[in-house]
């Protein structure tokens, strides 16, 4: 996930039962919307009081009519094996027939907002929620809470300092709230053209496969380099291609994925994304795109942010793009562009692709801790997902590069949306493939860095690096279809990640887009991975399951799971056998002037996490390999 952590506010949810709850200190008058006070008070720093003519803008999202529970009750019935909904999906026509929110419904929500004070200022076209602008003052009388200021996690906010609460005949009509707390909030709207990135070409010696090339001790290339604990090491492939991918996962099936839609998502779009991935195409053996085979879904105007990366963004999709039509050649692409990186922009836009329906895959490179995702966020997010698993949509997710994230935020947590319990999380492995694009080996991804020393005869060790997201959600409890694979003793919570694929930037895949270099602007070809790599790996993988099995698949989990011990995924769980391979990097990024750099990047250390027989919080399952390509019919036969 190449930057591209961008959640708003920070708050956690218990799962999305019981949206509303009784406030039992004014039972009858007031209802309290559950688990949406702000979670980062323990570290946050009271800074004052806003004046109460401070602007708040808000949305208040509604509940599906007929009750969450009967919503989350038809998508277990539609995802398990054996249930006679099994795979009934519906269309969005029959979707909103049964579960959007009445007009009944947002009349009455509208008209307490209005008499508030707040103005409404739009109703979604599916009612899945009322946006509302007025001032901190009349915020408070509506939601019936003390609105203060604080700083936290290196920003300065206003947020309520408890749970929200709203009339208590309204109960079953409100589902969450956001916007009350403005943490990472975007103010800006321009039109800006998004920047090409900064131009990075991968230095040599590299391996055109795992181990073609050893980083000799005699200075066969270029630098004559030690050995790292003992044994000399290869060079790091230049990064994998189509073919090499497909002959390791899909061990020659004719399956392409034709008939079937994958969709990927992000924030902004690339302008040269076409033009790039026909060039990769034909530069390295994929079949060419077809007329509207990929097709950009642009939001019509760009919130452009330096928290969003927007130059990182053109690389995010260029992976994201190459690596599904590398694994599935026929399959057609279409890219959803968020307007920014923050949650109610990317809630929007997959609310979108479930609304359009065209797609039947929806792979999402992006995410961010835990912790920073608001309570408000996450029953929209859900409600997307929901509607999906009924329409016969899979979500996967890249389940993060921080390993345990305990470096990067000082809490061992998982990330969000990758631990919400109705996608898929695509964890990391380290992946040798050989010079007959057989699958040589595989573990866990997770990387200590050692640099080459000033005398060039040993290694320094520069601590750990990166690795892939795993672990235990404290946002909501083991989902039923983790039991009897999730580990008993394993601690609490939904267990991330689910499957695995390649993600080791060190064994990651060769992907081409447009880039600034110093000579200009052009075509570049660079290394890339990160679970960002594993998700769109795994979205093409099950194009051609979806394409065997004949139509959609919907939410995965539960067939999945149980596949556990198939042999359809395969259990990673033996050590490398090498220790890590050696990398060389230009020190300015594009060629040799400057120096090259050395470093040894090791695999299968990843923080706290570790792979092991069967589940683990690195690979979850473990890799799909060919046996998942045809394992979604034969669930279907069985059911």
Known sequence: MRGVTCAVAASAVLGMAGAVTANAQDAGARAQVADSAPTW???????????????????????????????????????????????????????????????????????????????????????????????????????????????????????????????????????????????????????TPIPPPTGFDNARPCSLYYGQLAASTEGDYQTKLPKFNGKTLSYAPCGYTGPQFRAAYEGGSSLTGKGVTVATTLWYASPSIAQDAETYAENHGDSSYTPGQLTQAKYPKFNVTSQCAPSGSATEEALDVEAVHAMAPDAKIRFYAAADCFDTSLIDDLSRIVTENKVQVVSNSWGGAAEGVSAGSIPAYEQAFMQGALQGISFMFSSGDSGDELAATGLKQTDYPTSDDYVTSVGGTSTAIDGNGNLAWQTGWGTDKYKLSADGKSWTALGYLYGAGGGYSSLSNRPAYQNGVVPASAPPGRAVPDVAMDADPTTGMLIGLTQQFPDGVHYGELREGGTSLASPLFAGMTALAIQNAGGPVGFLNPVVYGQAKSGNFTDVQGKPVDAGAVRPDFANSVDSSAGILYSVRTFDQDATLSVAPGWDDVTGIGAANPGYLTSLKAAKTKS
């Open 41 to 191: 008070m323990a570290h946050a720093k009271h800074t004052g009081q806003p004046s109460a003519s401070s602007a708040v803008n808000a949305r208040v999202y509604l509940a599906p009519n007929g009750g969450l529970a009967n919503l989350q009750a038809a998508v277990t019935a539609v995802s398990t094996p054996g249930n006679r909904e099994y795979r009934h999906f519906i269309t969005p026509a029959q979707y909103a027939a049964t579960y959007e929110p009445t007009s009944a419904a947002v009349a009455s929500v509208s008209t307490w907002l209005a008499s508030s004070g707040l103005q409404v200022t739009g109703v979604d076209g599916q009612h899945r929620y009322v946006s509302v602008t007025g001032s901190v003052a009349n915020a408070q009388k509506a939601f019936g809470v003390s609105i203060q200021r604080y700083a936290h996690d290196g920003q300065n906010v206003q947020a309520p300092t408890g749970s929200v609460t709203v009339p208590a005949a309204l109960s079953g009509s409100v589902l969450s709230v956001t916007g009350l707390d403005t943490s990472q909030h975007v103010n800006t709207t321009t039109d």
